[in-house]
């Protein structure tokens, strides 16, 4: 009956602030209607099932796992599309790093077309691109990959509704209860401001969270532009803290 | 000394979509040759100690459909009651039991699990919880991913004094985590999770 903690990791997460997050029910992504709960979330605290959660070795990523434009190359020939670089910092609340962690992501070809079979969208399949990678974080908490710039694809919400170029992201943490799943979207495409995926975050400036900014400095010359993505997950008060309450 | 206040904001949440499946089960979804194999598919190694049990879940909509494009993780301890020490960065020796497993639903919005039944982990008022495996849900229309936990009806007494199910105000609802033993091959442990209606599951703010 005991539970190992991450060093310097025992304080509690600091509460999520579901004011900052889609409510689970937004009438303008049509999917939400059936499946979001209509109970008000139980406030259950933080037990250790979740302040702890899994970790990854880095022996699990393959050599290409972070290279999306050859990870599914079928004869050698890398996948079609603007190559880019993207990369990005894992912090939490705290602005601490997040070593260590592993993060995942998928999108669609070049062309805005998923490598799946529910997919109906028109656009052609590219032989040599799969659309999925993944990656550890470094000592820093820094992530990068490389990859072709997704396109934008039509799906069936209002008739005649457009994701903008977007990337998905599965991000761990450290504890069970920073499990986090979002999507990156790309700075100056007007196409954000009129999807409705995008409008289920309620503010503006979350929004602005889920836009990667172009970095000219990280660019690859006549190869790769690169788009920094940071990404913070939910930090936890310091058990100095929780001491100084009881002592209160 | 003065605690840390937080000053960044949480990344905001987005729907993992319809083609979660290429990203967190490639494999599943016929991207073969990117991952040797799903992560979290398997749970068990040889050297894993306890009692061996198959987790079986349905995900029913609120219209009563199957959620079908589901997947869901699930995070555990070990038969002591133990969570598996985080691995070192480059370490190779996974542990024989990570308490830690990932799986798409069928078609008819089915996941299953092998995995071992978790030993009581102690409770923020020191005293054990009931022996349960969290759970976390996500899928096209899941704007966040949904957090909830599956007890075990053969755990009467435990359950009656668990910490979170006593959070719950309604009994009845408390049942909504509990889930049915059927005797098999594997004992077997059944839970339908309802994401909305009568029968709704409990989720979590956690
Ligand atoms: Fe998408």
């Known amino acids: 009956m005991s539970s190992i903690m991450l060093p310097g990791a025992d304080g509690a997460l600091y509460q ?28 259950i605290g933080a037990t250790a099932s979740e302040l702890t959660g899994p970790t990854f070795g880095h022996s699990m990523l393959g050599a290409l796992d972070n290279d999306l434009i050859r990870n599914y190359s079928q004869d050698g020939t890398e996948a079609i599309g603007q190559r880019m670089i993207v990369f990005g910092q894992v912090l939490d609340e705290n602005a601490r790093a997040v070593p260590n962690t592993l993060v995942e992501f998928w999108q669609a070809n070049a062309g805005g077309r998923y490598r799946h079979k529910k997919e109906g969208y028109l656009a052609a399949l590219d032989p040599n691109f799969g659309g999925c ?22 799906w069936p919400n209002g008739g005649n509704d457009w994701r903008p170029a977007h990337i998905h992201f599965s991000v761990f943490g450290h504890a069970f209860a920073q499990r986090l799943i979002t999507q990156m979207y790309f700075e100056g495409d007007p196409m954000i401001w009129q999807c409705p995926i995008v409008a289920t975050v309620p503010d503006k400036a979350g929004i602005d969270q ?16 690169a788009y920094r993505f940071d990404i913070v997950l939910r ?12 002592g209160n | 000394m003065l605690h840390p206040v937080p000053t960044l904001r949480e990344t905001p949440s987005q729907t993992a979509g ?6 967190m089960t490639p494999n599943f979804a016929e991207i073969r040759g990117i991952y040797d194999a799903d992560p979290g598919l398997a749970m068990l190694t ?31 301890a070990d038969a002591a009651g133990a969570f598996a020490a985080p691995m070192g960065p480059n370490s190779n020796s996974a542990p024989a039991f990570s308490g830690w497993g990932r799986q798409p639903v069928n078609g008819d919005g ?10 009581p982990v102690a409770g923020p008022d020191g005293k ?30 435990a359950n009656a004094a668990d910490y979170v199910l006593n959070r719950i105000a309604d009994p009845r609802r408390r049942q909504t985590l509990i889930a049915r033993r059927e005797e098999g091959a594997l004992p077997r442990y059944v839970l339908d999770i309802y994401l909305q209606g009568d029968k709704e599951t409990v989720f979590f703010d956690v």
Do not use: C
């Not at chain 1, 889920?210 to 532009?225: E, F, G, K, Q, V």
């Open chain 2, 128 to 157: 054990p919880m009931a022996p349960h495996v969290s759970l976390w849900i996500v899928a096209r229309g899941i704007n966040i991913g949904l957090q909830t936990r599956l007890y075990f009806a053969d755990e009467t007494e």
């Open chain 1, 133 to 154: 990678g993944r990656t550890i974080t470094d000592e820093n908490g820094f992530y990068s990959f490389r990859t072709v710039k997704p396109g934008a694809y039509p």
């Open chain 1, 16 to 43: 999520r602030d579901h004011s900052w997050h889609p409510a689970a029910n937004t009438p303008g992504y049509k999917s939400t209607t059936f499946r979001a709960p209509r109970q008000p979330l139980l406030a």
């Open chain 2, 46 to 76: 040889p050297d894993t100690v306890g009692e061996r049990i198959e987790i079986v879940g349905r995900i029913v909509d609120g219209a009563g459909s199957p959620v079908g494009d589901a997947v869901v993780e699930i995070w555990q």
């Open chain 2, 18 to 23: 319809p083609y979660v499946h290429i990203g």
């Open chain 2, 110 to 119: 089915v996941f299953t699990f092998q995995t071992i039944k978790p030993g």
């Open chain 1, 235 to 246: 930090g936890r008060r310091s058990t100095m803290f929780e001491n100084k309450l009881e």
């Open chain 1, 210 to 225: 889920l836009i990667a900014r172009l970095d000219r400095h990280n660019t690859t010359p006549m190869d790769s532009l």
